[in-house]
């Protein structure tokens, strides 16, 4: 069955840097869209970055220029390198993954078909 495990969130403080990393199992597919959504208490979950099956990067107004997004094929592992982080980056991680998408926003959590359990980022 399909896993998702996110790892590599932290406490830090502002202006500092993490790495978050997604291993991938189980797929029997590869032509997905794999993609970082976060949600802070209180607030809708968001999407932060996303990466098609056709190489296709988004990323979300409030990181662009701070965060890369990156998916290492032979390991099937999603990255989320996130620099000069704020306090409003604080929320729990999610990685998340589905078929390709051919049509609609890729922020949309209902084109992701699986989901991994989150990791917390805290920016102080």
């Known amino acids: 069955h399909v896993q998702l495990v996110e790892s590599g969130g932290d406490s830090v403080h502002t202006g500092g840097s993490l790495r978050l990393s997604c291993v991938a199992s189980g797929f029997t597919y590869s032509n997905r869209i794999m993609g970082w959504f976060r949600q802070a208490p209180g607030k809708e979950r968001e999407g932060v970055a996303a990466i098609n099956g056709d190489d296709t990067i988004n990323y979300s107004d409030a990181v662009k220029g701070r965060f890369t997004i990156s998916h290492d094929i032979v390991n099937d592992t999603l990255y989320l390198e996130m620099n000069n982080l704020e306090p409003g980056d604080t929320a729990m991680y999610y990685c998340?993954?589905?078929?390709?998408?051919?049509?609609?926003?890729?922020?949309?959590?209902?084109?992701?078909?699986?989901w991994g359990q989150g990791t917390q980022v805290t920016v102080s």
């Open positions: 998340a993954a589905g078929p390709r998408l051919y049509g609609g926003s890729w922020s949309f959590s209902k084109w992701y078909k699986y």
